[in-house]
């Protein structure tokens, strides 16, 4: 499974920014995906999750209210809608398959990650 994310770039404090990440290659067939990010400096955290075909969702407490996971099964496509973006939402966000939770090592694939930078 390949995993191609995009939508990352620069934006001001209190925008919003949409990431997509694209499934290709075997047929796709995940438990769940998620969204993780990595600040300089510090480890990686997770952002959100959603089960694949019921849609269930679990979020950080961080972004719980401004950030939005969902998915287009017909795509093989998972979306993170980002409101109310804070400068301390900056980071690397990669995309994982395989897992519905809330630690990286639960995932099997990984997409390269996609820069999202918030300025004050």
């Known amino acids: 499974v390949q995993l191609q994310a995009s939508g990352g770039g620069l934006v001001q404090a209190g925008g919003s920014v949409r990431l997509s990440c694209a499934a290709s290659g075997r047929t796709f067939n995940t438990y769940g995906m998620g969204w993780f990010r990595q600040a300089p400096g510090k480890e990686r955290e997770f952002v959100a999750t959603i089960t694949w075909r019921g849609g269930v969702t679990d979020y950080a407490d961080s972004v719980k209210g401004r950030f939005t996971i969902s998915r287009d099964i017909a795509k093989n496509t998972v979306y993170l809608q980002m409101n109310s973006l804070k400068p301390e939402d900056t980071a690397v966000y990669s995309c994982?398959?395989?897992?519905?939770?809330?630690?990286?090592?639960?995932?099997?694939?990984w997409g390269q990650g996609t820069q999202v930078t918030v300025s004050s």
């Open positions: 994982a398959a395989g897992s519905y939770g809330t630690r990286w090592y639960e995932y099997s694939d």
